[in-house]
């Protein structure tokens, strides 16, 4: 059994099943879930379907409502690698009040496992729940620092829901994203907003645009490195290639200096040594130093 990640209590309960399984589909469309910006892909032969329609779709989680994001599009347009889960169908009327009055036994089943949770005296904090469509799992997101044995908490929370369990730990930037919340900017958090993908921050990126290495400054909600170092990364990238990094010894006009400042946005650099000190600009610079 996995204690961590994700978790899930099976029983033998009825699921809705596709007849859509073998079809071979022509066609794909992007679909996307509440929150979350990232679009996934999935068969259809319903050249109607529109941008901002709701579809019901099989999912790996089970029967979901989803949102449609792109255009219907011819499947071998596409270099998919993953298996197509299937359009089932629009979503109906039935499909919209049944997936509202999902929502209200969400919060009732929260409330359950926040209860069991105290009970078990279990270290994780409980971010979220949500049933699927046909009600047959409930699907808990939650953080932890430490490794959780919650074989006792799945028997209980099945005993009392009576559906399949999913446990599924997220990490710090994913809760910050469901979450949601203010930047240090005062902008709604990247994250939650329209970030789809978390990319790798190095404190280097800081070092890169020369900023001050105050750790809790450059830190987001999430208490990682806020994700805004990544986008202007590559322009300083940029405009540092070919240039001496700082600290290193360089000849400039048939003199040893050592480079100890530079801003690349100024367009200035400064060299010194133990006769005298030069503020120059880069073009200045470049033109004199030898190589």
Known sequence: MKMNDETTHEESMPTENTKNEMLEYQYVVGVSFKKALQVYYFGTNDTTLKVKDIVVVETARGIELGYVKTEVLPIENLQLKTEIKPVIRKATQEDLDKQKENEKLAVKAQEICLESISQLQLPMHLISSEYVLDTTKVIFTYVSDDRVDFRELLKVLAQKLHCRIELRQIGARDRSKSVGGVGTCGLPLCCSTFLSDFEGISINMAKNQLLA????????????????????????????????KLGQRVRFKQQEYKVTAMNVLSKTIKLENKEESLSLTIDEFLKDVEK
């Open 213 to 244: 290495l105050n750790i809790q400054k450059l830190s987001g909600q999430c208490g990682k490195l806020v994700c805004c170092l990544k986008y202007e990364d590559d322009y300083y990238k940029e405009l540092k290639e070919g240039l001496p």
